[in-house]
């Protein structure tokens, strides 16, 4: 109940396609999804996150679906550049209680020039 | 820079020799959290700290691992015995409400 399934594993795009990354998680009482960025040998970035009151997010080039219903959210990544290459993880927080995250097991997202 | 500092960045042991690791948050965040990240695999969680207080602690560590918290401000988590299967990147994170920034991260490698 504590996981979040991420996919795909890996991802090969085309510059300008849109990748999307999706997750699903089964315990309701997380309340808030972020996704990170992570290059190889550094640590994740936040890089966008939404609140379960809310079906979509925009920041840039980024967009978060949620779906509560069906306790799925993903990630759309507008126009992608080679430079958006990189692992991206979903994660789950719990705001009460444990106030821990749980996160996906990452994508890595290839964007070819 | 006001982000979130680990040191070392890489830490290279022999098998049996203790290690410490260092995480000076970011100076507001009342929340710091250490994970373990090893290759391909997301972020696992290790043990979380609220203030001075070490509030929960992941099955994952064993009690070979500790970590601290003194005076709510920077923390460590010192590995005893290392073995190679600590063989890791180890994360640091600080947040204040539910946004959690991440270190660097300490490369961690046992031979």
Redesign the interface.
């Known amino acids: 109940q504590q996981q979040v399934k991420?996919s795909p594993q890996s991802l090969i795009v085309q510059k300008g396609g849109i990748p999307i990354i999706n997750c699903a998680y089964e315990n309701t009482a997380f309340?808030?999804f972020?996704w990170?960025q992570q290059f190889p040998?550094?640590?994740?970035?936040?890089l966008i996150?939404i609140r379960p009151d809310v079906s979509e997010k925009k920041e840039g080039r980024f967009t978060i679906s949620f779906n509560k219903s069906a306790k799925q959210f993903s990630l759309h990544i507008m126009d992608s550049q080679p430079g958006d290459s990189a692992t991206y993880?979903c994660?789950a927080?719990l705001?009460s209680g444990?106030?821990?995250?749980?996160?996906?097991?990452?994508t890595r997202l290839k964007v070819l020039a | 820079d006001t982000g979130v500092s680990q040191n070392p960045r890489h830490k290279i042991t022999k098998r049996g020799q203790n290690v410490t690791f260092r995480c000076d948050p970011i100076s507001e965040h009342n929340r710091l959290y250490w994970y373990r990240q090893t290759l391909g695999q997301g972020p696992e969680f290790l043990t979380y700290f609220q203030n001075e207080a070490q509030l929960e602690k992941s099955r994952l560590l064993s009690d070979r691992f500790s970590a601290e918290r003194p005076k709510g401000s920077f923390s460590t988590l010192e590995i005893q015995r290392t073995e190679q299967g600590d063989s890791a990147m180890y994360l640091c994170a600080s947040s204040l409400l539910a946004e959690a920034f991440f270190g660097q991260g300490t490369r961690l490698t046992v031979v």
Do not use: R
């Open positions: 991420q309340d808030y972020p990170y040998g550094k640590g994740p970035a936040l996150a993880f994660a927080y705001g444990t106030y821990k995250y749980i996160f996906g097991t990452g």
